[in-house]
């Protein structure tokens, strides 16, 4: 299976800028289908450029966001408006060693 290469700062670059598919229909649909998030722990799989996870912080959950590129994560401290308030972390999403056991109420890993 081929799969992107988001660690390649070019390919990153051509990604963040979102499909009008993304911002207008995907993402306000996976949103509702999360319903009332205020106050959840949310762990955001594979965050890309942080959307979501601003998104879902904004509604008043307690956001730990992870991707596997250095680039994605660099842009989420750069560009959020919620990145003090969001914990990002470059890892991949099976070595998930820094967080505690059940420490999340819900998982998203949305178009990962």
């Not at 730990?64 to 003090?84: E, F, L, Q």
């Not at 990002?88 to 819900?106: H, I, P, Q, T, W």
């Amino acid at each position: 299976m081929k799969t992107t290469d988001y660690k390649n700062k070019k390919v990153v670059d051509k990604y963040f800028r979102k499909t009008l598919a993304a911002e207008y229909i995907n993402y306000p649909a996976f949103l509702r289908t999360l319903s009332d998030v205020k106050g959840k722990k949310i762990l955001d799989l594979g965050c890309g450029a942080g959307w979501l996870a601003n998104r879902l912080h904004e509604r008043g959950a307690r956001v730990s966001a992870v991707d596997s590129s250095p680039n994605w994560i660099k842009i989420c401290n750069a560009t959020n408006s919620c990145s003090g308030k969001i914990r990002y972390k470059l890892s991949d999403a099976d070595d998930l060693g820094d967080f505690r056991k059940n420490e999340f109420d819900v998982v998203t890993a949305n178009m990962v």
